[in-house]
């Protein structure tokens, strides 16, 4: 694996590379679930270029930017580990030399769920994410289903904007107790780390309701997610939401279309995300 | 000459092509000042591409988009006689399937000139031109100088943006009289036709007072331009401006920096525009 810290470097480095080429955008502090990216890309590619980047255009003025943990070092091993060829990591200067003037903005997705408590937050996103594609130029680029509304926008990014690459959504990875693997978990006290597996134990209880058509409204299953989460006595709730999947609109009856159950909740200054898509008529 | 329909069609079609490939994106109507960028393209590329695309997003709701001339056998015509390969030419439904939600805005080179006029008409070019660019993957994209403003903030996009081509300016194209070709001059009546070619004197007669150093402040050649302008009957002034270039702030002395003079008149209903580029210290 070579690692690769200029843009000029990296499309050196691609412009003879074997085609096609998968990328994994990342923010670093890599875990299990940005591991099985790779992996998937390793299958399907046959050169695999990973980026670590802490992006300053998508954290806001009172978020953990300088704070976000950063260990190059960690990322490079278990990015070799697990099959990358190239890892670009920029510094913050050789991806934004000046301020840049120029946002992507993806209007409708952005201002609900994550997006109603992070303003500018996916503006930061689908800007550096159609930067990296520019330098990478990938055929492929794998994003998690855990950040499923970033998964929304990038998409719909890509497609509005005629983007030649194919976007692959990846299933969430969780922890034994089935809490999704996320770089800000390391942020949680044994107790909040405890009380956090209440976000995949709601979200599962909804399911299971759904499915055997106890609960066929939306309102009904983000009532029933709210109310288990609020047994952790630690959680305090941004949002539970209960819309249409990937266009984050109200919906009524759940089964009329695949929908996103969401829920954002905080432990003390970590806030956690996670998510169920159930897949509407398909499923019944 | 191929005449391509389809983004699938196009893409296609240049998979194979030889680069490095030029690109010359339009809305059709073309004159002179076009042609001069495909016989550059021509002279500088394996492969040439030239798009004709009346783009919606870029009009504003009381503009000539229904009206805007429109001849497609007449631009494949001139457009093969010059040197393409290709004429890419998507209906509006090829390129918007759906309302897009994903914009691309270049904020402060905006709000300004043409910009002041014409809200959201730089965020409409600036995301067609990255769609095209995406489809077309060019190697260089050919604009011309006499939309000054239009060059500045394709300039800055593909920077930021990080877009893996190179933007070349080409100089303004003139008719005998001087007046800056454009699609928009076939508008004209006789008379206004005749007085039209006021917007290229005042410019001239201001780089001749600067040039000899009669004048040296923005503000007074400004002030020259606006002078020589109104003796024409029939032009209403929507703006002079001298900018610095391509940055387009406020300056006070015009050789401590690169500076445009750039001027927006109507007559009657049709709105013409002109610039000229002063080089600063370069020049003196």
Chains 1, 2 share one sequence.
């Not at 055929?139 to 497609?159: C, H, N, P, S, W």
């Amino acid at each position: 694996m070579r690692v690769v810290k200029t843009i000029e470097g990296i499309r050196e480095a691609l412009s003879s590379a074997q085609r096609p080429v998968g990328f994994i955008p990342t923010m670093g502090s890599l875990h299990a679930g940005h591991i099985s990216l790779i992996e998937r890309a390793r299958r399907e590619c046959a050169t695999v270029v990973v980026s670590v980047f802490v992006n300053p255009l998508q954290f806001g003025p009172t978020e953990d930017f300088d704070h976000y943990p950063r260990d190059l070092d960690t990322d490079a091993r278990k990015s070799e580990e697990a099959g990358t060829d190239f890892l670009f990591a920029p510094a913050t200067k050789e991806l934004y030399p000046a301020p840049p003037r120029t946002r992507v903005t993806v209007s409708g997705l952005t201002d609900r769920l994550c997006g109603a408590s992070r303003p500018g937050h996916f503006d930061g996103v689908a800007t550096v994410v159609n930067k990296l594609l520019h330098i990478v130029s990938p055929d492929r680029v794998y994003f998690g289903l855990k950040d499923a509304q970033q998964l929304a926008v990038i998409q719909r990014m890509t497609e509005d904007l005629n983007l030649p690459v194919r976007v692959v959504p990846c299933p969430t990875l969780r922890e034994s107790d089935g809490l999704a693997m996320s770089s800000r978990n390391v942020y949680l006290s044994p107790e909040e780390r405890e009380q956090a597996t209440v976000l995949n134990r709601a979200l599962s209880l909804a399911t299971e309701q759904v499915k055997t058509g106890r609960i066929s409204r939306a309102d009904e299953a983000a009532q029933l997610i709210r109310e288990t989460i609020r047994t952790a006595p630690q959680a305090e709730i941004d949002y539970v939401e209960v819309l249409s999947y990937p266009d984050l609109e109200r919906v009524h009856e759940i089964r009329d279309q695949q929908v996103i159950a969401a829920t954002a909740v905080r432990f003390g200054n970590t806030r956690l995300i996670d998510n169920v898509i159930w897949p509407g008529k398909e499923d019944s």
